[in-house]
C-alpha cells in the first residue's frame, strides 16, 4: 500500500490483519498523516481470492482511529491482529507510552471502524519507553501445537511482546489475561515486559506472529536490520532482510518462557549431510570439521563437558554477561567452547557460538549462550558486538545448539530455542567456497565432546526462500517496515 492519502501521506507503516468468521479479511495499519500525527486506517484487499493479496482498497472513512486525550501525535501506532472478547466483540490493542511509562491501550469493535477504548489498559510498565509493535497471543500448557489468537481457558497462557522504541529489541513476558477488563498480569513480575526476556538477543526487531491453521502453528517473522553505514547500504542497493520463520511453543519444562525453532520447511532445503560422533576437544583447541566449504548451513550440535572437569571444578562468586566478556577469547575452567562459523581457513575471520559455563559458591552451574562478532569482518564501520544471555538447562538435557548460516547471517537457538541469537556479519575472506567451519574449546580445564550433524543448503532452493522472506518493502528506510500478520 503507498503512502497516497492525507492520512498516511508520510508512511505507511506496521499493520496487522484479521480473517472474520465469515472468511473475509480486514487490515489495520498506521498511517502517518500529513501534520505527522500517527492513526490508525482499514483497508480491505481489492480481490479476495488473489492468494497474494497484492492490491488493497482504504476504506473511505479513513482514518478509524486517532490518538485519544493524553497520548502524544506521535505515539499511538502498530494494531495487533484482533481476537474475540466473551462478548463476541473484536479488541485490538495498540503501542503506546505516557512519559517514559510504555502502554498498550485497548479498543473493542463490532465492524472495525467504530471503537470504543477500554478504561483499563491492558499493560503498561514504567520506563521502558514508547511500545511498538505489541503483540498479544495465547499459548497451550498442555498441548505442543500454536493457538488461534482469540483460544482462552484454564489451560492456556498468554504472551505480550513489545519492540522497544528506546532500544530496539524484543522483549516479551508470559502471564495471565482477564478477558472480561481486558487486562493482562506477568507471572513474574521481575521479567515484566521489557526489562526481561528477548526473542533474540541479536539482531532481530519489529516481529510479528500469526496463526497457521493448516498446520495448528503460531508463527513469528522478524526483521534483521543492517549493522554497516548507510553509504554501504545504498552502494549495495538493499537493505535489510526478515529472518526465517519461527514457530513458537510454550516451554513445559521451564514453564516460564517460549521456545522458539526455524519452521520444518526449512529441513527440506537440506543436502549433503555430514555427521560427526563424539569429536574431542582438549582444552585451548581448534579441531577442523571435513565440511566441503560453505556459506550456506544448516548445523545441529550437541555437547558433553567431561565429569571430572564439572566434579573437580570449585564453585565461585563469578559473574558472566556474554555483551560485556571478553567474547570466545575470555577463558573460564568450564568454558567457552561450541563452533566457529563463516571462518576463513587461517581463523582470521571467524563468528563463535559458543557456551560459557561455571559453578557458582552454592555448587551450582549456569549457563550462557553467546555469538561473538568481535572478530567476523576485517570490514570497517560494521557491528563487532558480543551478543547473547544465559540459557536455562534442565537436568535431563545435554548442551545443544542448532545454527542457520546464510552468507552473513547467522541465526543460533539454544537448548530447543530458550534462547536465541541472530547475527548480522559482513565477512571478507570466510565468503562462499572460503568459509569454513571449526569446533573449539578455550576452556582451561575442561575437556568436551561434540556431536555434530552438518547439512549444506540447497543453494538455489535456499536463496529463493531468502528471498521470499524479504518484503517488498525492505528497500524503504526502517521505519516505513510494514508488517502484514494474518490470524483467524
Not at 75 to 93: M, N, Q, S, V, Y
Not at 175 to 193: A, E, F, L, Q, R
Not at 291 to 319: M, Q, W
Request: glycine share 6%.
Amino acid at each position: 500500500m503507498a503512502p497516497d492519502h492525507w492520512y498516511d501521506v508520510n508512511g505507511v507503516w506496521t499493520g496487522s490483519a484479521t480473517i472474520l468468521e465469515d472468511g473475509e479479511l480486514i487490515m489495520l495499519y498506521t498511517g502517518s498523516t500529513n501534520e505527522s500525527v500517527q492513526v490508525q486506517n482499514l483497508a480491505y484487499p481489492a480481490n479476495s481470492s488473489d492468494p497474494l493479496l497484492v492490491d488493497w482498497v482504504k476504506y473511505s472513512g479513513n482514518p478509524v482511529l486517532v490518538p485519544p486525550p493524553g497520548i502524544g501525535p506521535t505515539d499511538f501506532r502498530d494494531p495487533t491482529t484482533a481476537w474475540r472478547t466473551p462478548e463476541g466483540k473484536w479488541r485490538i490493542t495498540i503501542g503506546s507510552m505516557i512519559n517514559k511509562t510504555g502502554i498498550s491501550l485497548v479498543y473493542d469493535t463490532d465492524d472495525f471502524k467504530k471503537y470504543k477504548l477500554l478504561d483499563e489498559l491492558l499493560h503498561a510498565v514504567p520506563g521502558t519507553g514508547m511500545w511498538e509493535c505489541v503483540d498479544f497471543y495465547p499459548v497451550s500448557k498442555t498441548k505442543m501445537r500454536g493457538l488461534d489468537t482469540s483460544e482462552d481457558g484454564p489451560d492456556v497462557k498468554h504472551v505480550v511482546k513489545t519492540s522497544l522504541d528506546d532500544d530496539k529489541n524484543d522483549y516479551y513476558t508470559i502471564g495471565s489475561y482477564d478477558s472480561h477488563s481486558g487486562t493482562w498480569k506477568p507471572d513474574d513480575p521481575i521479567i515484566d515486559v521489557g526489562i526481561g526476556l528477548r526473542y533474540d538477543y541479536g539482531t532481530f526487531y519489529a516481529s510479528k506472529t500469526f496463526y497457521d491453521p493448516d498446520k495448528y502453528r503460531r508463527i513469528l517473522w522478524g526483521w534483521i536490520m543492517e549493522r554497516d553505514s548507510q553509504d554501504a547500504d545504498v552502494k549495495k542497493g538493499w537493505a535489510s532482510v526478515q529472518a526465517i520463520p519461527r514457530t513458537i511453543l510454550f516451554d513445559t519444562k521451564t514453564r516460564s518462557n517460549i521456545l522458539q525453532w526455524p519452521v520444518e520447511e526449512v529441513e527440506s532445503l537440506r543436502n549433503d549431510e555430514r555427521g560427526f560422533d563424539k569429536v574431542e576437544a582438549k582444552p585451548g583447541s581448534v579441531v577442523p570439521l571435513d565440511v566441503d566449504p560453505s556459506s550456506e548451513l544448516d548445523i545441529v550440535a550437541e555437547f558433553e563437558i567431561d565429569k571430572d572437569s564439572l566434579e573437580r571444578t570449585n564453585g565461585k562468586d563469578e559473574s558472566y554477561n556474554c555483551s560485556m566478556s571478553g567474547g570466545a577469547a575470555q577463558r573460564g575452567a568450564l568454558g567457552p567452547f561450541g563452533l566457529l562459523v563463516l571462518s576463513d581457513k587461517d581463523q582470521t575471520e571467524q563468528t563463535p557460538v559458543y557456551f560459557y559455563v561455571f559453578k557458582d559458591h552454592e555448587g551450582d552451574f549456569k549457563t550462557f549462550f553467546c555469538a561473538d562478532q568481535s572478530r567476523s569482518s576485517e570490514a570497517p564501520d560494521v557491528d563487532k558486538a558480543i551478543y547473547g544471555s544465559s540459557v536455562t538447562v534442565t537436568k535431563d538435557e545435554k548442551l545443544s545448539m542448532r545454527i542457520l548460516v546464510d552468507h552473513s547471517i547467522v541465526e543460533s537457538f539454544a537448548q530447543g530455542g530458550r534462547t536465541c541469537i541472530t547475527s548480522r556479519i559482513y565477512p571478507t575472506k570466510a565468503v562462499y567456497e572460503n568459509s569454513r567451519i571449526f569446533l573449539f574449546n578455550n576452556a582451561t580445564d575442561a575437556k568436551i565432546t561434540a556431536s555434530l550433524k552438518i547439512w549444506q543448503m540447497n543453494q538455489n532452493h535456499y536463496s529463493y526462500a531468502r528471498i521470499l522472506s524479504v518484503p517488498l518493502f525492505a528497500y524503504l528506510l526502517p521505519i516505513l517496515l510494514f508488517l502484514v500478520v494474518v490470524s483467524n
